[in-house]
């Protein structure tokens, strides 16, 4: 089993910065792309941006410009820094990471962290 921490959601005023970070644990056999999605009440959720072990980025048109995902291969850990943060920022945001099965090598099972509160005021 793969466990996904996320750190660092909050409360910050418009304009401001937070900055997330989520570790990957457990039955690692090959970590592949991680990311974070994020799911304001009553919306779906919604890709904010991933990033490929070779560290090509994807981000979504709203945050380009402000926010930044990184991560560190040896601790199996995804960034988020948020900048310039906006009221519609507001939701719960959840990484990911797709890890691929040590048995089947064609399959990717996507795991999902528990998801952190980021509130953004105005």
């Known amino acids: 089993q793969v466990h996904l921490v996320e750190s660092g959601g909050g409360l910050v005023q418009a304009g401001g910065s937070l900055s997330l970070s989520c570790a990957a644990s457990?039955?690692?056999?090959?970590?592949?792309?991680m990311g974070w999605h994020r799911q304001a009440p009553g919306k779906q959720r919604e890709l904010v941006a991933d990033?490929?072990?070779?560290?090509?980025?994807n981000y979504a048109d709203s945050v380009k410009g402000r926010f930044t995902i990184s991560r560190d291969n040896a601790k199996k850990t995804v960034y988020l820094q948020m900048n310039s943060l906006k009221t519609e920022d507001t939701a719960v945001y959840y990484c990911?990471?797709?890890?691929?099965?040590?048995?089947?090598?064609?399959?990717?099972?996507?795991?999902w962290g528990q998801g952190t509160q980021v509130t953004v005021s105005s």
């Open positions: 990911h990471a797709d890890v691929t099965n040590p048995f089947y090598s064609s399959t990717v099972n996507r795991y």
């Open positions: 990033i490929a072990n070779g560290s090509i980025t």
């Open positions: 457990g039955n690692i056999f090959r970590l592949n792309a």
